[in-house]
T-cell receptor
Framework: AQKVTQAQTEISVVEKEDVTLDCVYE???????LFWYKQPPSGELVFLIR??????QNEISGRYSWNFQKSTSSFNFTITASQVVDSAVYFC????????????FGTGTRLKVLA | GAVVSQHPSRVICKSGTSVKIECRSL??????MFWYRQFPKQSLMLMAT?????????EQGVEKDKFLINHASLTLSTLTVTSAHPEDSSFYIC???????????FGQGTRLTVV
C-alpha cells in the first residue's frame, strides 16, 4: 500500500530562519512520482516540485531546496531564510507512473513564519 | 499551461438540499478526473475517480449515492452532494491531467458550507 507521512503537524519559525519539512513515503512501485504542494489560506494548491523515482538529484529553486533519498524513502523540503509569505500548509504527495494522477497526500505541515 | 477550473469557489446551502460542483479541463481532454475532500486542518483525501463515459470509482467509505459523479464529456466532471448535511461541509477539490503528463492540475477548490 502507498502511504505518505509528514510527522510534523505544525512548525513555527522566526523570519529568516531555515526550516526543513519532512516527508517519508511507502510504496511497492519501482516507478513513482513525489510532489510538494503549498496550500495558502485561500485553499488552492500551488505546485512546487515533482521528482520521479529514478532521479535522486537534489534540487534548488531560489530559497527552496529538496533532498530525495530513496535509501530512507524520504523527500524533505527546506526553505532557506524563511519569510512571512511562506506561511502555509505544505503537502507531500505520491503517485505511481507517469500519467496517473491519483495522488496520496501526506497529512500536511502547517508552517508559521513569525515576523 | 494546462488549467483545471472549478466552480463555484464557495457555496452555502441549506441542510437537505443538493449542491453541484463542476470541474472543467480548459485546454485538454481528460478521460479521468479526481475528486478530493479536505476537512478543516486535515489532509486531502481521494473520494473518487471520475471516468468519462462510465461509472465513477469510489474510494472505500465514500457513499456513492450521496456523492454523485457524472463525467459526461472529456472536459467536464460534476460532483453532486445530495441531501447535504452539516457534516458534509468541507473543501472539495478536483484534479486532472493531460495524457502522459507528469503531474496533475488542480482546480481552485470549492468550499461547501451546509447550514
Amino acid at each position: 500500500a502507498q502511504k505518505v507521512t509528514q510527522a510534523q503537524t505544525e512548525i513555527s519559525v522566526v523570519e529568516k530562519e531555515d526550516v526543513t519539512l519532512d516527508c517519508v513515503y511507502e510504496t511497492r512501485d519501482t516507478t513513482y512520482y513525489l510532489f510538494w504542494y503549498k496550500q495558502p489560506p485561500s485553499g488552492e494548491l500551488v505546485f512546487l516540485i515533482r521528482r520521479n523515482s529514478f532521479d535522486e538529484q537534489n534540487e534548488i529553486s531560489g530559497r527552496y531546496s529538496w533532498n530525495f533519498q530513496k535509501s530512507t524513502s524520504s523527500f524533505n523540503f527546506t526553505i532557506t531564510a524563511s519569510q512571512v509569505v511562506d506561511s502555509a500548509v505544505y503537502f507531500c504527495a505520491l503517485s505511481e507512473r507517469r500519467g496517473t494522477y491519483k495522488y496520496i497526500f501526506g497529512t500536511g505541515t502547517r508552517l508559521k513564519v513569525l515576523a | 499551461g494546462a488549467v483545471v477550473s472549478q466552480h463555484p469557489s464557495r457555496v452555502i446551502c441549506k441542510s437537505g438540499t443538493s449542491v453541484k460542483i463542476e470541474c472543467r479541463s480548459l485546454d485538454f481532454q481528460a478521460t479521468t478526473m479526481f475528486w478530493y475532500r479536505q476537512f478543516p486542518k486535515q489532509s486531502l483525501m481521494l473520494m473518487a475517480t471520475s471516468n468519462e463515459g462510465s461509472k465513477a470509482t469510489y474510494e472505500q467509505g465514500v457513499e456513492k449515492d450521496k456523492f454523485l459523479i457524472n463525467h459526461a464529456s472529456l472536459t467536464l466532471s460534476t460532483l453532486t452532494v445530495t441531501s447535504a448535511h452539516p457534516e458534509d461541509s468541507s473543501f472539495y477539490i478536483c484534479s486532472a491531467g493531460p495524457p502522459g503528463n507528469t503531474e496533475a492540475f488542480f482546480g481552485q477548490g470549492t468550499r461547501l458550507t451546509v447550514v
